[in-house]
């Protein structure tokens, strides 16, 4: 069985104008246009299976925007080839438009100036949807995000969470079997973020449809995505498992104990010279693998009745940011 999505050596360049600058340089330009090419993907390869939720990361400029919208058929690529469901996305196709929506954190498809109700209604009629599957999908989408009282209210009179609730329904009255989530917690306060990834979880579980995420916000990733798709100016870095990548490049944990009295200094002394420890006010701190974290703890545990103790993760988003920084080092 082919998957669903099959991305192949896709490539997509720009042409860009190079002008120098001042007058000197515009009259130059003038007669004597010079132009570059600006390589924004290449050679990316990936497959996505029904009811996956991939998430796509990058720093910005790396790729992933132009990635998305070869994938919608916004973008034709330079090179490569790309069958989504079977369709080539650039030929734009009624039966893959229908099958397929894009969320833009960034951009708007609700008319700002009208209830969101009202936008509904037109993509009611534009996708050709049945007043019963129109208002089946409806009141459990409106449900699901808890939106029903703001249904009539203008866009333009909404909070941003309100709004992207709003555009989320709008993206899911046809029932596309692939959504495109291109930052879509953008902006907003922790509460609405939280809110936004337990339905995207629900709808993925209840309707096995697929998703392809962007973030800035690596708690979207973390928390949607098993897997990942890593591209670093325009190019693959990494395609599998999340945590595997974040293991690999911070393979660390912290771990806290403290001591119900101060401890003996002999055993401290022990263990300064295996371990790289800090202690203060009885309590110490240290970061090790998880495998040399247990066998300290165990140590730990034998000279002392404390049971306070903890073991943290390492923050992700400062892993990720040592792997963009340096990916040579971890891959």
Known sequence: MSALIQVKNLKKSFKIFKRNPGLKGAVKSFFNRQYEELCAVKNCSFDVDKG?????????????????????????????????????????????????????????????????????????????????????????????LGVREKLNIQVRRLSLGERMKMEIIAALLHNPSIVFLDEPTLGLDVISQSKIRDFIRKYNRENKTTFIITSHYIKDIQELCERVYVIHKGKELYDGNFNELIKKINP???????????????????????????????????????DKIKNLLTQLLRHSSSRKFSIEELPVEEAMKAFFTNPDLFL
């Not at 022990?270 to 693998?289: A, D, G, R, V």
């Open 252 to 290: 660390k944990s912290k771990l806290s104990f403290e001591f119900n009295e101060e401890p003996n200094q002999d055993f401290i002394k022990e263990l300064k010279n295996t371990y790289n420890i800090s202690l203060i006010n009885n309590q110490l701190f240290i970061e090790l693998e998880d």
């Open 52 to 144: 996956e939720i991939i998430g796509i990361l990058g720093e910005n400029g790396a790729g992933k925007t132009t990635l998305i919208k070869m994938m919608v058929g916004l973008l034709h690529p330079t090179s490569g080839s790309l069958l989504i469901n079977n369709y080539n996305p650039w030929e734009r196709k009624n039966q893959f438009l229908k099958n397929i929506s894009i969320v833009m954190g960034q951009k708007n498809q609700l008319w700002w100036d009208i209830p969101a109700s009202e936008s509904f209604l037109l993509n009611k009629s534009i996708y050709n949807i049945s007043d019963r599957d129109y208002n089946t999908r409806m009141n459990e989408l409106v449900d699901l």
